[in-house]
């Protein structure tokens, strides 16, 4: 490759890694304007998530490289036949795994399969990508463990694993309702059209396959048990001398741009005068906490929403109904948003899923409150 080439190869994949620059010049900016301590950045680094990213990465790729994710996406086209049908069966999927495996994992798991049946079928692989998206925000609402924020507030609120869970069925009832509607109403009519050539001869690599699902179930466990860190460096040692090509295709920018949203909107969230701000606010009041989590969450992210309000809110459960409610709306407004959109890799992903999103949430917000009120 020629120099121009090379130069003109790196313009463009910086172009498509805006969100890595934006947050990365934010980091940069607030570090230069508010320099803070090193055990701050390493605190908002969090890089117990981010080694836990990383092993889900590494499990997942190995299982895709494998051929398991193809052989069973030829199984599944081919038991089911309607689009719509098949649509709701992952969505549906996609939110039951949530609840048990988290957000990020589930995710993990359906958008590789959703592409391998998009690769031999007439599935819309980028409204299912949007759809899984809301449906896993939707599912992992209900379990205290489906995703971080709600595991942050179960912990502080210290209540009752069933107790949290009937706290949050109402909201996640009508989350998941409105995104089953949804999925019927936006999937085409009609039957699954197969591409009979590529359903046939993918030949799996059972060692891979079985290592690579073993690590994945290593890796969750290592992160419901706070040991990330080692987990991911296991991992990676692993598949580097037994399947580097699959690490080989981990997706390192990924992983350094949600190093940048952590680290620049986590120094943002402590700003002095987004606190002065907070104290201004009635939080007591259940509309003004319930506003204010989605509001927050639009511009921060959930997780950072939630560090952000917990000091000040009365009411954990109420706390964490806004702000998975907020992970609708703009794709910052949860991190699953971005991980969906990143694996898809769909044109012009990111500009359908706010057509979609942003509508949900304003259908949903008002929904779940008026719900959540009437039943809390």
């Known amino acids: 490759m020629t120099p121009v080439a090379a130069a003109n190869d790196w313009r463009a994949k910086?172009?498509?890694?805006?969100?890595?620059?934006?947050?990365?010049?934010?980091?940069?900016?607030?570090?230069?304007?508010?320099?803070?301590?090193?055990?701050?950045?390493?605190?908002?680094?969090?890089?117990?998530?981010?080694?836990?990213l990383l092993g889900l990465m590494v499990a997942i790729q190995g299982i895709r490289d494998s051929g398991?994710?193809?052989?069973?996406?030829?199984?599944?086209?081919?038991?089911?036949?309607?689009?719509?049908?098949?649509?709701?069966?992952?969505?549906?999927?996609?939110?039951l795994l949530a609840m048990v495996l988290t957000n990020d994992v589930s995710l993990f798991l359906i958008v590789p399969l959703t592409l391998a049946i998009g690769?031999?079928?007439?599935?819309?692989?980028?409204?299912?990508?949007?759809?899984?998206?809301?449906?896993?925000?939707?599912?992992?609402?209900?379990?205290?463990?489906?995703?971080?924020?709600?595991?942050?507030?179960?912990?502080?609120?210290?209540?009752?694993?069933l107790r949290f869970v009937l706290a949050m069925l109402p909201a996640a009832a009508v989350m998941f309702a409105l995104v089953a509607?949804?999925?019927?109403?936006?999937?085409?009519?009609?039957?699954?059209?197969?591409?009979?050539?590529?359903?046939?001869?993918?030949?799996?690599?059972?060692?891979?396959?079985?290592?690579?699902v073993a690590a994945?179930?290593?890796?969750?466990?290592?992160?419901?048990?706070?040991?990330?860190?080692?987990?991911?460096?296991?991992?990676?040692?692993?598949?580097?001398?037994?399947?580097?090509?699959s690490l080989a295709r981990i997706d390192w920018m990924l992983l350094a741009t949600f190093a940048a949203i952590f680290l620049g909107l986590g120094h943002f969230a402590e700003l002095p005068q987004v606190a002065q701000g907070l104290d201004r606010l009635a939080l007591g009041r259940p509309l003004t906490l319930y506003a204010s989590g989605i509001v927050a969450s639009q511009i921060i992210s959930n997780v950072p929403a939630t560090v952000l309000l917990l000091g000040r809110a009365h009411d954990a459960t109420a706390l964490a109904v806004a702000v998975n409610v907020g992970?609708?709306?703009?794709?910052?407004?949860?991190?699953?948003?971005?991980?969906?959109?990143?694996?898809?890799?769909?044109?012009?992903?990111?500009?359908?899923?706010?057509?979609?999103?942003?509508p949900f949430l304003l259908v949903c917000a008002p929904l779940v409150y008026l719900v959540w009120r009437w039943l809390g």
Do not use: C
């Open 327 to 358: 992970g609708f709306g703009l794709a910052i407004g949860s991190l699953a948003n971005l991980i969906a959109l990143r694996l898809a890799r769909q044109p012009h992903g990111l500009r359908m899923f706010h057509r979609v999103s942003v």
């Open 68 to 95: 398991a994710v193809q052989r069973t996406a030829g199984a599944l086209v081919a038991h089911v036949h309607t689009l719509r049908g098949l649509g709701l069966l992952l969505v549906t999927s996609t939110a």
């Open 216 to 245: 994945l179930a290593t890796m969750v466990l290592a992160m419901e048990y706070g040991h990330a860190v080692p987990g991911a460096l296991f991992l990676v040692l692993a598949f580097a001398l037994m399947a580097r090509r």
């Open 181 to 212: 509607g949804l999925t019927l109403a936006w999937l085409p009519r009609g039957r699954v059209a197969l591409q009979a050539a590529q359903v046939d001869g993918h030949a799996v690599a059972a060692p891979l396959a079985a290592g690579s």
């Open 119 to 161: 690769a031999i079928s007439n599935l819309p692989v980028a409204r299912m990508a949007v759809l899984e998206a809301l449906a896993v925000n939707a599912g992992s609402t209900l379990s205290p463990i489906g995703n971080p924020q709600n595991l942050l507030l179960w912990q502080h609120a210290h209540l009752p694993f």
């Open 14 to 52: 910086l172009k498509s890694e805006w969100l890595l620059l934006l947050f990365a010049a934010l980091a940069l900016a607030l570090a230069l304007l508010d320099p803070q301590p090193a055990a701050s950045y390493r605190r908002w680094l969090q890089v117990p998530t981010l080694a836990g």
